[in-house]
């Protein structure tokens, strides 16, 4: 596939591509050519419209694993996060796993904070992305909870 911005459209495109096979198989599930896939990731003036959002919408229906890139890029635009959900949850088990998660994300910011790092009372930009993990990951194992805490108050 052609070289993009990263953080651009065009590059979430190519993730959602990516994540359903590539560009043949993408090609075979919404049934539009190799062609216009690969063109649709091009940002310049001159193409001719382009994938619409409704092949992307059908992709993500038939490979939902396509989805999250798009949703990923959109939630950022709004200066949110998205992070896909697993769809079981046990409340007790998962509450521990949100604990368990939460003291992770102490555990690497105190080792950020601590005379050990680089960058005492601070973070390094790798202490950073460690943490930025860490905290979705624990973003992630919270939402799971609460979804089935919400299920639970709705009487589901």
């Known amino acids: 596939m052609r070289r993009v911005r990263p953080g651009s459209i065009q590059s979430s495109v190519q993730a959602s591509i990516s994540a359903a096979g590539g560009l043949e198989c993408v090609s075979d599930d919404i049934g539009v050519s190799t062609a216009n896939l690969s063109r649709a990731t091009a940002c310049d003036d001159d193409r001719p419209g382009g994938l619409g959002i ?9 490979i939902p694993a396509s989805a999250v890139p798009l949703a990923q890029h959109f939630a950022h635009l709004a200066h949110g996060v998205f992070i896909p959900l697993a769809t079981e949850c046990v409340v007790g088990a ?10 992770s994300v102490l555990a690497t910011h105190s080792e950020a904070m601590s005379e050990r790092s680089k960058l005492p009372n601070d973070y390094t930009p790798n202490e950073a ?8 990951d624990m973003m992630a194992a919270s939402a799971v909870v609460r979804a089935a805490l919400s299920a639970k108050a709705r009487g589901v």
């Open 94 to 103: 998962d509450m521990s796993e949100l604990m368990l998660k939460f003291s």
């Open 54 to 62: 409704n092949h992307f919408d059908r992709l993500g229906r038939i």
């Open 129 to 136: 992305r460690e943490t930025i993990k860490q905290m979705d």
